[in-house]
């Protein structure tokens, strides 16, 4: 199981990895592999001020559809739109060509409130 030691995590396993006051977020390599093959990710939201803990988009797995929680307070600035035709990046590479959306945070406080990689191992039982 591959969790990066430079990013933060979610209670709802999404990653974020923080350059400044943007956050570029994904799902983990723990979440994909629960979820199997991924056929698409949608979101909606580029432009849009969200609160933290809302539900961002949502990505379809072949089993499942589950919601993307934004783990930070602020503006999704962008949108992985290579995701559209490529959603299996989500699976191959979910720290990397993966990613989902870039976001313009505006409460840098909550970024004190996200998981290390120690704790997100815990709560995954790694």
Do not use: C, R
Not at 17 to 29: L, N, Q, W, Y
Not at 43 to 68: I, R
């Amino acid at each position: 199981m591959n969790i990066p030691s430079e990013l933060k995590y979610t209670k709802d396993h999404e990653w974020i990895k923080i350059d400044g006051d943007i956050a570029t977020v994904g799902i983990t390599d723990f979440a994909q592999s629960e979820l199997g093959d991924i056929v698409y990710v949608e979101v909606e939201t580029v432009g849009e001020e969200l609160e933290q803990e809302e539900v961002f988009g949502t990505v379809e797995a072949v089993k499942t559809v589950s919601d993307l929680f934004l783990p930070l307070t602020g503006e999704i600035t962008e949108f992985n739109e290579t995701l559209e035709d490529d959603p299996e990046l989500v699976n191959n590479d979910p720290y990397g060509e993966g990613w989902m959306v870039k976001i313009k945070f505006s409460e840098a406080s909550q970024v004190e409130d996200l998981l290390s990689a120690d704790d997100y191992k815990n709560l995954i039982g790694a």
